[in-house]
């Protein structure tokens, strides 16, 4: 089975026009975009999707700031897109993201990081269920 994560363009990240930028690095490495929409989340929505960090003092700033506008919400498909698209993405904290990452090059602070990668193949499975329905996910070749 094709590996797949679930990628999210936070509202700094679209507010700030690096939608483009970012799938082109995602294209550009070889993976696959097989689904993709714009979203405004509820704050409840945003709770379900940070769960595992409910209870944290940063949690509420959290959810306000990822319902607070237009997420583009993505799921990439390839080998090792897991791990591989967390070292795109950088260290959450954008003073630690090396420079040549998406929050390396983007970002400073770690509450306006700008994009979320799933963690782990587990995660990655939650958070498409969650966002996404399986129909929404196309299946296509590429040949690269
Ligand atoms: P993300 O990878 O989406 O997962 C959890 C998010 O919590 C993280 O990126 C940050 O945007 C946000 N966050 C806000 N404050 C903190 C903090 N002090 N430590 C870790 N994550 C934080």
Redesign the pocket.
Known sequence: EAERTFI?I?PDGVQRGLIADIIARFERKGYKLVAVKILVPTKEFAGKH?AE?EG???FE??TD?LSSGPVLAMVWEGQGVVTYGRKM?GA??PLESAPGTIRGDFGIQ????I???S?SPDSAKKEIGLWFTPEDLVSYGLDI
């Open positions: 999210a936070k940070y960090h944290r003092p940063f700033g959290l700031f993405i959450t904290k770690v509450g306006r990081n994009i979320h990668g963690d």
